[in-house]
Structures are given as structure tokens and as C-alpha cells.
């Protein structure tokens, strides 16, 4: 998904949450009304089945660490302290008002956050992203016409062989986009992509200077947790 005349998306990192808390109704909320293109979030499974938009994987429950598996989404929220929406709950509120860029943090559940997300959203409005091979995969095999986007990280540029093996893995998930952090994005890795049509977004990109040497490598998104930021970078590139 690319926003208006082919220009680089605008992501909204966990929403837009200053001052609202990340990954929640009001932080994504704030997103539409800044004008960002998509928002990224996080999905996991509760122990009652809920798939709850959260990004860590655990919580602290008194003087215990508990993963977000073994707590009701009821009990998650009461021991963060605010609502962590749910999946529906998040679709319902950005549904024909913006894009959505889906995180799967684990596997096992990759049916039901497509069939969520058919019932609302067109295949070109939203993205299943994951460091998780196995979970593209089942989205891959579950819903063809959805995108998958292959997030990765590593502290430098991958070189040619490293590049290779980045091509390699894509194919063999038959992956849409590739989302790598910031650190390893060079116009070589840029263009390799661009050439074989597989759109670049690139996260967590915070810093100005580094937003508008991205835009000028022509990266297809910019997952960011400084909308506003990112948004004039992107008008005075334009």
C-alpha cells in the first residue's frame, strides 16, 4: 500500500501515542486524525482465546512475570492498567478511515486474524507482518490475496551474500514486502527490492535526518513512532 501519487506510507508505530499509551483506541484514534497512513500493531492470544493487541509478551502480576497467554484478556488488562484493545475492537475503529499494518508476535492463530480482518478490510488496506517464518507462511497458505511482509533486523547492511539469503527467504515465503530495521537499510538493499517489486518498510525510524535519507532511497513505508515528524519530512520531500 503506498499513500496518495505513490508517495512512502506514513505508519503509525503502535499508533500514535503521545500522549495516549501505544497499541490503544486512543493512540490510533490520534493516528487518523494526524493523517498517517496505516498503523502498525501487535497481536497475541489470551488464555480465553482473545486476540489482544499487546506488545510484550509478558506482564507484571504482583511479584510474578506472566506471559500474556496465561492471563484473560480481563486480567491482562487489570494488570497493565488499561484497556488493551482486541483485534475486533481495533478493526472496528479504523475500518475505511486507514491502513493497517498487522504484527503477529506468535503463531497458532493466523486463521482467525484473516478472517477478522476480511470482514472489514480489502486485501490492498492491510499487511500480516512477522519476524515469524512459520506465521507468513500460514497466512500464505491460509489467504493468498493478502500481503505478507517479512520483518527482520540486523546492526549493519547485509552485504551481497547476506542479500542473497534476504532474497532466498522471501521467495520461499512468497512474502509481499520486506520490513527491515533501520540500521541495515542502504540504497543498494533499496534498490535491489525496488527492482523486483517488493516494497521496503522500514522501522522504528524516529530521527529526521534519517526520515528524509530513507524517502530519498525511496522506501515504500516509514513505521514511526513521530507521525507529525514524519509526515512534513514526507511534505518537504514531495
Known amino acids: ?19 495516549a499509551v501505544e497499541n490503544t483506541l486512543p493512540a ?46 480481563r486480567d491482562l488488562c487489570r494488570a497493565v492498567g488499561f484497556h488493551v484493545p482486541t483485534l475486533e475492537e481495533v478493526l472496528d475503529l479504523c475500518s475505511g478511515r ?10 497458532g492463530f493466523e486463521d482467525e486474524v484473516v478472517r477478522a480482518v476480511r470482514g472489514r478490510y480489502g486485501p490492498d488496506r492491510v499487511i500480516i507482518t512477522s519476524f515469524l517464518d512459520e506465521a507468513l507462511a500460514a497466512v500464505r497458505d491460509i489467504a493468498r ?8 533486523y540486523a546492526a549493519t547492511p547485509p552485504g551481497p551474500a547476506g542479500l542473497d539469503a534476504l532474497l532466498g527467504r522471501l521467495g520461499r515465503l512468497k512474502a509481499h514486502a520486506l520490513a527491515p530495521g533501520q540500521t541495515m537499510v542502504d540504497k543498494t538493499l533499496v534498490e535491489t527490492l525496488n527492482r523486483r517489486d517488493i516494497p521496503v518498510y ?3 525510524v524516529n530521527d529526521p535526518r534519517m526520515m528524509t535519507r530513507l524517502l530519498g532511497l525511496g522506501v515504500h513505508g516509514l513505521i514511526t513512532d513521530r507521525v507529525e515528524e514524519a509526515l512534513q519530512a514526507r511534505a518537504g520531500a514531495d
Open 1 to 19: 500500500m503506498t499513500d496518495r501519487a505513490g508517495s512512502t506510507c506514513i505508519v503509525a508505530h503502535r499508533g500514535a501515542h503521545d500522549p
Open 145 to 152: 490475496d493478502i500481503r505478507t511482509g517479512l520483518l527482520v
Open 98 to 107: 486507514i491502513g493497517l499494518d498487522i504484527e503477529l508476535k506468535e503463531a
Open 202 to 204: 522500514v522501522w522504528t
Open 28 to 73: 490510533f484514534e490520534r493516528a487518523i486524525a494526524l493523517g498517517a497512513d496505516m498503523v502498525e500493531f501487535d497481536v497475541r492470544r489470551s488464555s480465553d482465546g482473545a486476540l489482544v493487541v499487546h506488545h510484550d509478551s509478558s506482564v507484571r502480576v504482583g511479584e510474578s512475570e506472566l506471559a500474556v497467554g496465561e492471563l484473560t484478556h
